[in-house]
């Protein structure tokens, strides 16, 4: 790291945070708007974007634990608890014991849950098409590859550990 100065480094100096180059930023402000979007397509199916994120990964795979849900959507275990409450009050999901577990539940689409498959899925695209709206094919193709690489990195277990922040002296 350079020296400017006779103790500081370039990292040290505090510099004016600028939302427009966080990726950090952008990314949450662009995931708002896309589950803002969903909600509008989705919610005459009586679904919210945190049920529809559950629905997919049944729909990929039925009959998944809480644990898996949770490991599969990066979310907290209460999150993921008050959203299978509502999802077995509202008649998408039911809990069934695991076979050898007493304390472990699977979760398993109902009927309803299995026939909003398609429509569901049929908001999602159109509100990926209308977000994606000005980017041709290649364009389209590169953004979710690139989505794709920096949600690998931070899935490593080293980046999820919080780091304090520099401090200045």
């Known amino acids: 790291m350079p020296r400017l100065g006779w103790k500081r480094t370039l990292a040290e100096i505090p510099m004016a945070f600028d939302k427009q180059a966080s990726a950090g930023y952008l990314t949450n402000?662009?995931?708002?708007?896309?589950?803002?979007?969903?909600?509008?397509?989705?919610?005459?199916?009586?679904?919210?974007p945190a049920q529809f994120a559950v629905l997919l990964e049944l729909w990929a795979g039925d009959g998944l634990t809480q644990k898996e849900l949770v490991e599969r959507l990066d979310v907290e275990q209460a999150t993921m608890a008050n959203t299978l409450a509502r999802m077995v009050r509202d008649g998408l999901v039911e809990r069934r014991p695991l076979p050898g577990d007493r304390r472990a539940q699977t979760v398993h689409?109902?009927?309803?849950?299995?026939?909003l498959e398609a429509p569901a899925t049929q908001a999602a695209t159109a509100t990926n098409d209308a977000a994606l709206a000005d980017l041709n094919l290649a364009e389209r193709l590169q953004f979710l590859n690139l989505m794709r690489r920096v949600i690998a990195t931070l899935r490593r277990p080293a980046l999820r550990r919080v780091r304090p922040p520099i401090s200045s002296p």
């Open 109 to 115: 689409l109902t009927a309803r849950g299995r026939a």
């Open 29 to 48: 402000h662009m995931a708002r708007l896309f589950a803002r979007g969903l909600h509008d397509r989705i919610r005459p199916l009586g679904l919210a």
